[in-house]
């Protein structure tokens, strides 16, 4: 059964930095398309930034976050991570990391990314920006 668990959020100050990291089990990240999705608090989940398998190399980024939000893999640790600079406080809100059995995911340049193509999701973990 293929399994994410998020980790990493907390409090941070505007400006400052954080890495999320999304550890998969029941399946290998590197042969998966991964996805990092964020609910703001009253607004409706987006997808901010995706990772296609590593064969197809692919990586998106939403305009809203590029530049500032890195997202990698580590296949020996079978973990993708989400670092995030600069945050601002409307970076505030629950991350997910997702992935899906559709072949192909994230595969094509330029995305978007649509949460609908994803079949198994983490928990989530909070991401609070305030001074």
């Known amino acids: 059964q293929l399994q994410l668990v998020e980790s990493g959020g907390g409090v941070v100050q505007p400006g400052g930095s954080l890495r999320l990291s999304c550890k998969g089990s029941?399946?290998?990240?590197?042969?998966?398309?991964i996805g990092w999705f964020r609910r703001a608090p009253g607004k409706e989940r987006e997808g901010i930034t995706c990772?296609?398998?590593?064969?197809?190399?692919?990586?998106y980024y939403k305009w809203s976050v590029e530049g500032r939000f890195t997202i990698s893999r580590d296949s020996a640790r079978n973990t993708v991570y989400l670092q995030m600079n600069n945050l601002t406080p409307e970076d505030s809100g629950d991350y997910y990391c997702?992935?899906?059995?559709?072949?192909?995911?994230?595969?094509?340049?330029?995305?978007?990314?649509?949460?609908?193509?994803?079949?198994?999701w983490g928990q989530g973990t909070q991401v609070t920006v305030t001074s």
């Open positions: 029941g399946f290998t990240v590197n042969d998966y398309g």
């Open positions: 997702a992935t899906g059995e559709v072949p192909g995911l994230c595969a094509v340049p330029g995305g978007p990314l649509y949460d609908y193509e994803y079949d198994y």
């Open positions: 990772m296609s398998t590593a064969s197809e190399d692919n990586i």
